[in-house]
């Protein structure tokens, strides 16, 4: 299985990140599974590469061209490295090569490629699922906000079954399956 990871570029400021990253690279590369991710060796997104190939996972980076501060980065952990024109491109090859999608914690950027990706799953673009790590109940606030607009009758429980929240690597391994 594929699986897309997004995440900080950064570490943030609680060093329980940094060992949700290591521990979900290791879990990708010792259960067999490939990583796609944005490519780079900072922060979060460096942590989950790293451990994901040095556990035997096949790491591949996907990196738009038009930004020069992501392309300039160096991609140590990549098997593969793909670039794209722009940063919608970027999401569509990710959609497209991964077969699921885990978001850790992370700043907009992150929130924005797993919004879209329940997003596509829920209109019948793709039938994919998500995850999002919930370290220390970091998307507690986004599941909250599901359940309002569940209640509010702007979306319906079942457009969401796809989405677990969840910082269990056994459950989600489960899940995932």
Not at 17 to 38: D, M, N, P, T
Not at 144 to 158: A, D, H, R
Request: aromatic fraction near 10%; proline fraction near 4%.
């Amino acid at each position: 299985m594929t699986i897309a990871v997004y995440c900080g570029s950064g570490c943030g400021n609680d060093p329980c990140f940094q060992k949700a990253a290591e521990s979900l690279g290791r879990w990708i590369g010792e259960c067999g599974h490939s990583l796609v991710y944005g490519g780079g060796e900072s922060g979060l997104m460096g942590l989950v590469a790293k451990n994901a190939k040095n556990s035997g996972a096949k790491v591949t980076g996907v990196i738009p061209s038009d930004v020069e501060f992501i392309r300039s980065r160096p991609q140590p952990y990549c098997d593969e490295t793909v670039f794209t024109e722009n940063m919608g491109l970027r999401k569509q090859k990710m959609f497209e090569l991964a077969d699921c999608f885990v978001a850790l914690p992370g700043g907009i950027g992150t929130v924005d490629e797993i919004s879209e990706v329940i997003t596509l799953t829920k209109i019948g673009v793709f039938n994919k699922k998500s995850v999002l790590f919930n370290t220390k109940g970091f998307y507690d606030p986004f599941r909250t906000l599901l359940q309002k607009m569940c209640e509010s009758g702007f979306l319906k429980p079942e457009e969401i079954e796809h989405v677990l929240f969840s910082d269990n690597l056994e459950e989600i391994g489960r899940w995932l399956a």
